[in-house]
């Protein structure tokens, strides 16, 4: 029961950055518990927290998960584990729980401070007795120390001295959500359980896979302006009115699967030992000077559009978040690792949507989710021979073994079976993986990532390919048949033209790639066709494939065609919108119906524009544009992002700025009512895209970075900054002109741009300027 | 959902024994979940498990009660603990999880056999992929070995070889369920866990008392007809079509608030060891062999109605489950160890209701809850002198410290705060607990407790009358004001004649006890009189107060007035039924003005007349009862039993068994909608005492044992056992004889019975016959 407002002053305030980089909710409902628990994530790229409250109230889901940690058991397919939650703190005065649901709460503010990645709260409770006590709490997930998180909770009485009664621990009660015929299940056994005078320790292990997750935690109470450390796990205290007591929690996580259970307990008890020497203060600033740095690069400033900076910076923060720096074992599910969603599976999502804002930002991290990919060849290869393919297939769902994750069924509503068949017709997959190490490679220009697993890649899936494409005799042509595009609105197509370009682009890669080591280095040619088996033949088979691949197109309309006979389809008219002026399916329709119409479910040829948008021209976008938005339904937060990139290329600026707010409400205003699963990591990964890509008009090529900005007329200045070829560029960007200036450069290479219709190389020192062309045109004018 | 009803055999069926021992359900109805979890409760006195299926569905409520284990944290006030549950198995096939919320079942029935206390199940899942599987199993917390928890599961695949994950554990994800302003809360924390091969441990302790609990379980399986012993808590096996494959799970669970961790642990394992010694069948033998021992005393046959036979073996099992042989330092709660009701608190509904099943069925058990309340006597003085009287003042709620554990407050519905003031008014409890204790001692004749025990509290509870009486010198008589008699309709009410003739027995009894003691042994008078500081003055005040209690009293209406004033309220006719047959609150009042009525929640001066029945003549029984019978609405489920037992002795057959039938029903039909948080144990302890004090009519006095059968006419013959003064002795009752045999009598007491008219001696040896006098004088007439 929320009551009246009341302004209740939070010391905290204090230590807020300005409000564009805070994301907050002033109220307590209930039934948006879960979706503020994923918005509400904190983390460091390892490991992520759900933004559960600390007292657990009835319905909350708390969730604790480490980046690369799966297990099947008791699961329909395998699943991002939910580990055991070291975040709760239970605090009850005579029995009446502190609890949103359990007691009145009079005030409730909750603020996610995007810039120092911390989570703070304030809540003022009336008990039964209309006694009120003051609730304020702070949490991080350090940066600086990725085993670490830190949680401080204070609470004052502020109407009579009370007895307060503190419980805490690391919860191991918690489960995986699962489908509704799995039911809750867990995925972890406690092994060991020790309580020592002034720590706790808690190690499980999974129940498949065997890996180790341990926790050491330490409880500091401060009351009286003294500090204790205590090893209870239920402490009862009295005190007084306008009295403060402070409860202070150190966890230490640490996980392994090779470390035996010793080992793993010495290490977390010292990590634990080494943060609580460090002290509070310090572990609060090591860890704000960790985000500032990181922010540093990854920030995008939108002066004269704060909404769209803090939107952006929440789907940014959200990126970081599960990002490691550390890991190349593991990559990025489809929901962050922020909820269940999905089960934690990777798909095609990381490396199209997610990946560029690393590439660009943090290429560490893109490094290591490629090579996620990398160390799953063999198990792509094993995929592929399995189901009579060459080559690498990978999966369309992936989690840690690379083993194909997609769950071959699903229950519906009435009880009866639907068939998934995704993994067995959305083959683009292959590609995208392909030319995600490919736009790595050209972006980072990390040539001994190229030489050493690009090219297997992308010759492996070139591969794949050969055998995957039958020969049309009649036609004289290559086709794929038995598709799905990323529009899944329509199974089981013939020659998507999604999928055909992009294999014909993944094979012609794949010789673009021999011919160009062939004249770079003959002799590292020679040991990669030896470790590959390539021979010559096989080189010519690729560009012969990838020639005649049979791309659907009308001749009468001037169009790309989705598939074959997409354009025979039912073509129906959008009539309505919905709350948030998205298109809905005709109510004369049916949804079963839909693939008989040439309605789509999200991008498909307008992703094809994007990716490979110098192999069509402006006309060619223009026309395929229009065509295929004004058919597609954004039923996959995929969508919007795209259609706004697009959009601004072919110039229509009105739908750009439609998109891309949408893009970034997804997951701040829940726009598909099912945030509480975790956050759209591809939306989130396609918001910097449609900034970057978008309105600062970035596109890399073989030579020189592009930058074509067309900022919307109430955006005074874009600021960000992207690493280009070992370089760090800050970008600012005004309706009249960008400045480029190198701010890291440590192989001091020259850094060649395009920025409108100039082109030149950046001063080594100092901002380069490059003005707007009718700009320069009106300043000519001006001095003429 | 349930599917049509098809036939599956049950290989445990030919295990059962007579369906007149059985409880049984048919169906699966997950609104009924909690209530068979509680209907189907096992334990052995100290330990009790509430009946929670194997997989723990969504919504279960697993309930682990060891007596006398209680903890504040975090609850208003002091709760019995739910402990880590150990049932719980986990299975699934292709990840969906076997568990009637989450998949098809085709088949559900759960049988508990009372005779073993042994819980069987049978249901058969239906995959997605409507393939079937037979699931069995039965349970049993051992009666012969105390700390020991013996299950089986068995699965067999019935259409299709089938990959089936189990999954198993010692739940610590428990909690209590508290009130909405609680929430759930731990009262525990987890200490130690450890896995070694062969065996899994964990200890927990609770909070406040750091009281230990250990479990040690050993997971079994068999399959191919090999048994074998798996550390693994997760366990994944493929198992052909038709074969079965079973689990067994030992578990031995052992409290402790003195014992060291390693001492408990030690004790839990070596437990473990000894069952796993002696083999499955051996310790279901064992078991059986216990619980068949067991009811050779407690089991009440009724030939003729079998109905109420297997329901009275239902209420009796309840009873024998939850009281403990071997613990002198716990109770039973109101509510059994069988859910949270009441939080475990013990009422008075131990000492009248529960008890004179144990007194005359096991003394042992009846001597350790007595032992109890006089090990709380120090708490109770302490009580007392903190309200300002004298003597010893019982809790109107009880729980380990024997502190006075009612709440002081509920919150309503609306939000607004309830004042419970049961503990300032129902002194009743006093002279309630006094009287336990004197009946214990007459029917036992256990001198050793009498003189030891029962005197020290039969003074010291005389005591606090002598201060609670206030004088009304006009009248010249003295008074209990503000007091509420067990009609918990009328709060804070002057002279209840309950509470008056209790408190005047309870003055008299302890100077008739003194007097009997002066002329047995003056020494001991002495010893006694020193021990308490009793002077002669004392006890002649004793007498003066008890003989100038004011009871209420109506020359009028030759009635007992309830209390002052009760002839002055509204008096309504009842103009209504439930569904039930029990009379409802006229529509035209509301409950708040129920108090202005003479409408009463339960038997108070129909109490009165049973449990001194002897006090008041046939004529007054007959008066008093028609007039408070019309206005009891049974609004407690400790009313209808005595209403059935004194509706016996004023003749009405028809409402004696209207109410027996009532209080049978209580728990197996969920009359009064929440059976779900614990068996009404007063209700079952009613039942078992309508039967042997009403239809057999078993009345205890000072020289001889009374019975004055009455059975309906479709009762062809009632058999029991009860211990009397010593000797076991068979009842066997027929329309037309009793008879009556000493089965057992280690100190060769002679056994003076007076059975219809007749007294007379027993025979040592054999059956002693007593012809009902009807019988009698047809026979001579017959003779003649």
Same mark, same amino acid.
């Given at each position: 029961?929320?009551?009246?407002?009341?302004?209740?002053?939070?010391?905290?305030?204090?230590?807020?950055?300005?409000?564009?980089?805070?994301?907050?909710?002033?109220?307590?409902?209930?039934?948006?518990?879960?979706?503020?628990?994923?918005?509400?994530?904190?983390?460091?790229?390892?490991?992520?927290?759900?933004?559960?409250?600390?007292?657990?109230?009835?319905?909350?889901?708390?969730?604790?998960?480490?980046?690369?940690?799966?297990?099947?058991?008791?699961?329909?397919?395998?699943?991002?584990?939910?580990?055991?939650?070291?975040?709760?703190?239970?605090?009850?005065?005579?029995?009446?729980?502190?609890?949103?649901?359990?007691?009145?709460?009079?005030?409730?503010?909750?603020?996610?401070?995007?810039?120092?990645?911390?989570?703070?709260?304030?809540?003022?409770?009336?008990?039964?007795?209309?006694?009120?006590?003051?609730?304020?709490?702070?949490?991080?997930?350090?940066?600086?120390?990725?085993?670490?998180?830190?949680?401080?909770?204070?609470?004052?009485?502020?109407?009579?001295?009370?007895?307060?009664?503190?419980?805490?621990?690391?919860?191991?009660?918690?489960?995986?959500?699962?489908?509704?015929?799995?039911?809750?299940?867990?995925?972890?056994?406690?092994?060991?359980?020790?309580?020592?005078?002034?720590?706790?320790?808690?190690?499980?292990?999974?129940?498949?896979?065997?890996?180790?997750?341990?926790?050491?935690?330490?409880?500091?109470?401060?009351?009286?302006?003294?500090?204790?450390?205590?090893?209870?796990?239920?402490?009862?205290?009295?005190?007084?009115?306008?009295?403060?007591?402070?409860?202070?929690?150190?966890?230490?996580?640490?996980?392994?699967?090779?470390?035996?259970?010793?080992?793993?307990?010495?290490?977390?008890?010292?990590?634990?030992?080494?943060?609580?020497?460090?002290?509070?203060?310090?572990?609060?600033?090591?860890?704000?000077?960790?985000?500032?740095?990181?922010?540093?690069?990854?920030?995008?400033?939108?002066?004269?559009?704060?909404?769209?900076?803090?939107?952006?910076?929440?789907?940014?923060?959200?990126?970081?978040?599960?990002?490691?720096?550390?890991?190349?074992?593991?990559?990025?599910?489809?929901?962050?690792?922020?909820?269940?969603?999905?089960?934690?599976?990777?798909?095609?999502?990381?490396?199209?949507?997610?990946?560029?804002?690393?590439? @660009? &930002? +943090?290429?560490?991290?893109?490094? %290591? $989710? /490629?090579?996620?990919?990398?160390?799953?060849?063999?198990? =792509? *290869?094993?995929?592929?021979?399995?189901?009579?393919?060459?080559?690498?297939?990978?999966?369309?769902?992936?989690?840690?073994?690379?083993?194909?994750?997609?769950?071959?069924?699903?229950?519906?509503?009435?009880?009866?079976?639907?068939?998934?068949?995704?993994?067995?017709?959305?083959?683009?997959?292959?590609?995208?993986?392909?030319?995600?190490?490919?736009?790595?490679?050209?972006?980072?220009?990390?040539?001994?990532?190229?030489?050493?697993?690009?090219?297997?890649?992308?010759?492996?899936?070139?591969?794949?390919?050969?055998?995957?494409?039958?020969?049309?005799?009649?036609?004289?042509?290559?086709?794929?048949?038995?598709?799905?595009?990323?529009?899944?609105?329509?199974?089981?197509?013939?020659?998507?033209? @999604? &999928? +055909?370009?992009?294999?014909?682009? %993944? $094979? /012609?890669?794949?010789?673009?790639?021999?011919?160009?080591? =062939? *004249?770079?280095?003959?002799?590292?040619?020679?040991?990669?066709?030896?470790?590959?088996?390539?021979?010559?033949?096989?080189?010519?088979?690729?560009?012969?494939?990838?020639?005649?691949?049979?791309?659907?197109?009308?001749?009468?309309?001037?169009?790309?065609?989705?598939?074959?006979?997409?354009?025979?389809?039912?073509?129906?008219?959008?009539?309505?919108?919905?709350?948030?002026?998205?298109?809905?399916?005709?109510?004369?329709?049916?949804?079963?119906?839909?693939?008989?119409?040439?309605?789509?479910?999200?991008?498909?040829?307008?992703?094809?524009?994007?990716?490979?948008?110098?192999?069509?021209?402006?006309?060619?976008?223009?026309?395929?544009?229009?065509?295929?938005?004004?058919?597609?339904?954004?039923?996959?937060?995929?969508?919007?992002?795209?259609?706004?990139?697009?959009?601004?290329?072919?110039?229509?600026?009105?739908? =750009?700025?439609?998109?891309?707010?949408?893009?970034?409400?997804?997951?701040?205003?829940?726009?598909?009512?099912?945030?509480?699963?975790?956050?759209?990591?591809?939306?989130?990964?396609?918001?910097?895209?449609?900034?970057?890509?978008?309105?600062?008009?970035?596109?890399?090529?073989?030579?020189?970075?592009?930058?074509?900005?067309?900022?919307?007329?109430?955006?005074?200045?874009?600021?960000?900054?992207?690493?280009?070829?070992?370089?760090?560029?800050?970008?600012?960007?005004?309706?009249?002109?960008?400045?480029?200036?190198?701010?890291?450069?440590?192989?001091?290479?020259?850094?060649?741009?395009?920025?409108?219709?100039?082109?030149?190389?950046?001063?080594?020192?100092?901002?380069?300027?490059?003005?707007?062309?009718?700009?320069?045109?009106?300043?000519?004018?001006?001095?003429?």
């Amino acid at each position: 029961m929320l009551m009246p407002k009341e302004t209740y002053k939070n010391h905290y305030e204090e230590l807020f950055s300005d409000e564009n980089w805070l994301v907050e909710t002033h109220e307590w409902n209930q039934q948006k518990q879960a979706f503020r628990e994923t918005q509400f994530t904190i983390g460091n790229g390892d490991l992520c927290l759900r933004g559960v409250l600390e007292e657990n109230p009835y319905d909350s889901y708390a969730g604790t998960y480490i980046s690369g940690i799966y297990d099947r058991t008791g699961a329909q397919i395998t699943e991002i584990v939910n580990l055991p939650n070291p975040l709760p703190i239970r605090i009850d005065v005579y029995g009446e729980k502190l609890d949103p649901v359990a007691t009145d709460i009079v005030h409730h503010h909750r603020t996610l401070d995007l810039k120092t990645a911390t989570l703070y709260r304030h809540s003022v409770y009336k008990t039964t007795h209309k006694k009120r006590l003051n609730y304020i709490s702070r949490r991080f997930v350090s940066l600086h120390d990725k085993n670490l998180v830190v949680m401080e909770v204070e609470v004052t009485p502020l109407d009579a001295a009370m007895t307060i009664n503190m419980q805490t621990g690391i919860d191991t009660g918690v489960t995986n959500k699962g489908t509704v015929t799995e039911g809750r299940k867990k995925h972890f056994m406690t092994c060991e359980t020790s309580i020592k005078t002034g720590y706790n320790y808690l190690c499980v292990e999974t129940f498949e896979k065997k890996v180790f997750v341990a926790y050491a935690s330490a409880l500091e109470i401060v009351y009286n302006g003294k500090a204790r450390t205590v090893s209870e796990r239920a402490v009862n205290l009295r005190v007084l009115k306008n009295e403060t007591i402070i409860f202070r929690k150190y966890i230490t996580v640490r996980s392994s699967s090779s470390a035996g259970l010793a080992e793993i307990k010495k290490e977390t008890l010292s990590a634990l030992k080494k943060a609580r020497n460090k002290g509070f203060e310090r572990l609060i600033a090591e860890h704000n000077a960790a985000w500032q740095k990181k922010w540093s690069v990854c920030d995008i400033n939108i002066e004269g559009d704060e909404d769209a900076t803090r939107a952006l910076r929440f789907n940014i923060y959200h990126l970081i978040i599960c990002g490691s720096e550390t890991n190349d074992d593991a990559s990025i599910g489809a929901k962050t690792l922020s909820g269940e969603g999905y089960r934690g599976h990777i798909f095609w999502d990381t490396e199209l949507f997610i990946l560029p804002f690393f590439i @660009y &930002t +943090n290429p560490k991290v893109a490094r %290591n $989710l /490629l090579m996620y990919r990398y160390r799953r060849l063999d198990a =792509a *290869r094993n995929n592929a021979a399995a189901k009579g393919y060459e080559g690498a297939l990978f999966p369309w769902e992936s989690a840690d073994t690379g083993e194909e994750c997609t769950p071959s069924w699903a229950k519906n509503f009435d009880g009866s079976i639907i068939k998934i068949v995704t993994m067995d017709e959305e083959h683009h997959i292959v590609s995208d993986i392909a030319y995600a190490f490919s736009n790595y490679a050209k972006v980072t220009g990390d040539e001994s990532f190229l030489w050493k697993h690009a090219i297997e890649l992308i010759v492996e899936t070139a591969r794949f390919w050969t055998s995957r494409v039958v020969l049309n005799r009649k036609k004289r042509r290559y086709e794929i048949l038995h598709a799905m595009g990323p529009d899944e609105f329509h199974e089981d197509v013939d020659n998507n033209a @999604y &999928t +055909n370009v992009l294999a014909k682009w %993944n $094979l /012609l890669a794949a010789c673009d790639l021999l011919a160009k080591t =062939a *004249r770079k280095s003959p002799a590292r040619l020679k040991q990669i066709s030896k470790k590959l088996r390539i021979k010559p033949k096989e080189i010519a088979m690729w560009k012969n494939l990838g020639d005649r691949i049979h791309i659907p197109f009308s001749k009468k309309k001037r169009l790309i065609e989705q598939f074959d006979g997409y354009f025979r389809l039912n073509d129906h008219r959008i009539t309505q919108l919905n709350d948030h002026f998205m298109p809905e399916l005709p109510i004369s329709l049916d949804w079963k119906d839909v693939s008989k119409t040439q309605f789509i479910k999200q991008a498909d040829v307008v992703m094809l524009l994007y990716l490979l948008n110098d192999h069509f021209s402006h006309e060619e976008k223009r026309r395929n544009y229009y065509y295929y938005e004004r058919r597609t339904l954004h039923k996959s937060s995929l969508s919007p992002a795209i259609h706004s990139i697009v959009g601004l290329e072919v110039g229509d600026e009105d739908k =750009a700025l439609h998109y891309f707010a949408h893009a970034l409400s997804t997951d701040l205003s829940d726009i598909h009512g099912n945030s509480s699963d975790g956050i759209h990591a591809a939306s989130a990964g396609g918001t910097w895209q449609a900034a970057i890509m978008g309105f600062a008009g970035l596109r890399p090529h073989d030579d020189f970075l592009a930058l074509n900005p067309h900022l919307p007329s109430n955006w005074k200045k874009m600021s960000f900054a992207i690493w280009w070829r070992g370089a760090l560029l800050k970008i600012r960007i005004t309706s009249k002109k960008t400045g480029v200036e190198i701010t890291k450069n440590p192989k001091n290479s020259k850094i060649f741009l395009q920025v409108y219709d100039q082109t030149q190389f950046l001063k080594p020192k100092g901002i380069t300027c490059f003005e707007r062309p009718e700009t320069k045109r009106k300043k000519k004018r001006r001095e003429s």
